[in-house]
């Protein structure tokens, strides 16, 4: 896969040399490449944003600069492949009032042959920039990454590809890792606590069942913990669920959590 980041600060993008980014693009799994925006300006302060139309705090990023640097990495400023969209990166926009982005996302896109990050700064880029290649036939994406506001997108960008790059095929040493993690699948669910040796640390000992080599009683240990997790934590997932994928098991342990299993989706029951 190959990776292009638009930064005014593509240093910050260094550290994917390290652990096993750095060794995904080792084995030329990964292509990743930092850009600096300023590179793109032409005035000698290099500057990349402006004050808002209509007023308010802060800067926004011009969009006359953004369209010089994105017409060059998409490939627009070569007549020949200009009309060859299909070969075109999707091109990622982090953005706090976006949707938000998820594992679902992360899945989709790790399937992806070549994606482009634009990272904004101050109070975000003009909106017309994303509507543009829209308009041109290139799939852009807006995404958020919590309900918080970060200084730039070069954090969310970070995020995005780690969750992203350690779903492409031959990333991780043992891929079985991620088919038992939280949020994976259609009935995501948060995952069981983990444990190691020694069995008893500081007076605390794992939970027995997971001594017991027993395997069908430890996953269904794991399961119930997962359901009962979810429910503390994220009863929105619980609420997600499709009745029909749960077993007689995981219906006994929703109902005595208190939801009712019998429609398409659980429900919770008045307290
Ligand atoms: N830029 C600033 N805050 C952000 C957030 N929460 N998600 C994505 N991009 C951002």
């Known amino acids: ?82 009309s060859a969209l299909s070969g075109t990166p999707v091109l990622i926009f982090p953005n706090p009032s976006a949707p938000l982005f998820t594992q679902r996302d992360a899945t989709e896109l790790s399937h992806a042959d070549h994606l482009l990050f634009g990272c904004g700064r101050y109070e975000g880029y003009d909106a017309r920039i994303p509507d543009y290649y829209r308009s041109q036939g290139v799939d852009v994406r807006e995404y958020s990454i919590g309900d918080y506001v970060l200084n730039g997108g070069e954090v969310a960008v970070s995020v995005m590809l780690e969750a992203i790059t350690r779903l492409m095929p031959g990333f991780m040493g043992n891929p079985d890792s991620i088919v038992e993690e939280s949020y994976t699948g259609e009935g995501a669910l948060l995952e069981h606590r983990q444990y190691t040796k020694p069995a008893v640390w500081r007076g605390i000992s794992v939970p027995e069942v997971l001594l017991s080599g027993n395997h069908g009683k430890v996953d269904r240990f794991r399961r119930d913990e997962a359901l009962t997790r979810t429910n503390e934590i994220r009863p929105d997932l619980i609420e997600a669920l499709d009745c029909k994928a749960l077993d007689k098991a995981d219906r006994k342990t929703l109902m005595a959590l208190g939801w009712e299993v019998s429609a398409t989706h659980p429900r919770r029951l008045a307290d």
């Open 1 to 82: 896969m190959k990776i292009d980041i638009v930064s005014v600060f593509p240093e910050y993008f260094e550290v994917m040399n390290l652990s096993l980014m750095g060794k995904a693009q080792a084995k030329g799994l990964l292509e990743i490449k930092a850009h600096n925006l300023r590179d793109w300006t032409h005035d000698v302060h290099h500057s990349v944003d402006d004050t808002p139309v209509g007023g308010g705090a802060g800067m926004v990023m011009k969009p006359e600069v953004w369209s010089e640097c994105l017409d060059e990495l998409l490939g627009f400023s070569r007549p020949s492949e200009s």
